[in-house]
C-alpha cells in the first residue's frame, strides 16, 4: 500500500490509473478506523482496480465548540487496518493541501442539509461538502463509499453529485454495529465504561419503533414518544432530536402512507460525547 499526502502527487496518480482504464473507488474516513471503514474498503475492493482510501480530520466540518482538536488519531494503526482490507493508497493529505493559503469555496447544498445534523451543526454539512467535493476531484473515482451510520450525509453528498453532474456513482454501505447494537463509531472512544453501556439505549429505541412501525402504527408523533421515552429511562442523556422522516426526502408528516419507508434518527449527548445512529423501516 501506498502513502500520499500531497494532492499533487494523488492527482497524478488517478491520471495516470484513469489512463491506463482503471476503476477507481474511493472511501473517504476522518480516520480512527473501526470495522466499519474496514467494511467500505472491502465493498471497494470488489469492485475497484485501485482502492483509495482518504483520511483527513477536516477542520471546515466542525464548528468552534465542537471536537476537532481532540478527535482521535492513530496514522499507524489505521495503515494496518487499511491495508488488510484492501486498500491500494491511503491518502493522508494535510489541511494546508486541502485548503491552500487564500482557499475561498464553499459548496453549500440546500434543503436535505436544513433538518436533524443542520439545526444542531448548522455549518456542518457545507464543510463536507466542499472537502468531499475536493477529494473527489483529487482522487477523481468511479465509485465512492459512504456509510448509512451518516444518513443525512449520505443523502447531502448524493445531492451534490447529482445536482453538479459529478461523473461518479455513490455507493451507501450498512451500518456496522458492535455485538449489543451500538453503531461502531471513532468517537465511541470518548465514552466513559458507564457511559459506553447507556448509549446501547439508541439501538434498542430504533428496535422497539421498527417493530411498532411493522406493526402498522404510522402516526410520526407515537413513533418519535416510544423513541424518547426509551432514551430518556436511561439518565444522563439529552436527546437532540429523536425523529421518524420519509427516508427518501426527510419530510415528515403526521401520518406516514403504508408506502413510504420511514428513517428513524437519533442524535444524542452522553456528556461530552455526541453519537448519531438510524434505522429505515
Ligand atoms: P468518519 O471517519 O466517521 O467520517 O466515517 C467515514 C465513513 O465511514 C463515512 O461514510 C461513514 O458513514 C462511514 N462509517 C462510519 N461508521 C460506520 C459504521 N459503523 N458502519 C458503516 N460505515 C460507517
Redesign the pocket.
Known amino acids: 500500500m501506498q502513502n500520499i499526502t500531497s494532492a499533487q502527487a494523488m492527482q497524478r496518480l488517478v491520471l495516470a490509473a484513469r489512463r491506463k482504464g482503471q476503476r477507481i473507488g474511493v ?11 474496514a ?2 474498503i472491502r465493498e471497494a475492493r470488489v469492485v475497484s482496480d485501485t482502492v483509495i482510501t482518504t ?1 483527513f480530520v477536516n477542520p471546515l466540518q466542525f464548528a468552534p465548540n465542537e471536537d476537532f482538536t481532540r478527535y482521535p488519531r492513530d496514522l499507524e494503526r489505521d495503515t494496518r487496518l487499511a491495508e488488510s482490507a484492501g486498500c491500494d493508497v491511503l491518502f493522508t493529505p494535510t489541511p494546508e493541501e486541502i485548503y491552500p493559503h487564500g482557499f475561498q469555496t464553499t459548496i453549500s447544498v440546500g434543503g436535505v442539509t436544513e433538518p436533524f445534523e443542520g439545526v444542531f451543526r448548522p455549518t456542518h454539512f457545507d464543510g463536507v461538502a466542499t472537502v468531499v467535493a475536493k477529494l473527489f476531484h483529487l482522487t477523481q473515482p468511479d465509485k465512492a ?6 444518513y443525512q ?2 443523502m447531502v453528498v448524493k445531492k451534490m453529485v447529482s445536482d453538479l453532474a459529478m461523473p461518479l456513482e455513490i455507493v451507501i ?5 458492535e455485538t449489543d447494537g451500538l ?5 465511541n472512544v470518548y465514552l466513559s465504561a458507564e457511559d459506553r453501556q447507556k448509549a446501547t439505549v439508541l439501538f434498542q429505541a430504533l428496535q422497539v419503533a421498527k417493530t411498532l412501525i411493522q406493526s402498522g402504527e404510522r402516526r410520526r408523533m407515537v413513533l418519535e414518544e416510544a423513541l424518547k421515552t426509551i432514551i430518556l429511562r436511561q439518565s444522563g442523556i439529552t436527546i437532540d432530536y429523536a425523529a421518524a422522516a420519509d427516508s427518501e426526502t426527510l419530510a415528515q408528516p403526521d401520518e406516514f402512507s403504508s408506502e413510504q419507508a420511514v428513517v428513524l434518527l437519533l442524535a444524542v449527548r452522553l456528556g461530552t460525547t455526541r453519537l448519531i445512529d438510524n434505522l429505515v423501516v
Open positions: 472511501v473517504p474516513t476522518m480516520g480512527f478506523l473501526h470495522e466499519g471503514h467494511s467500505l483520511i463509499f459512504f456509510g448509512q451510520k451518516d450525509q449520505c454501505c450498512p451500518t456496522l454495529r453503531a461502531m463509531s471513532s468517537r
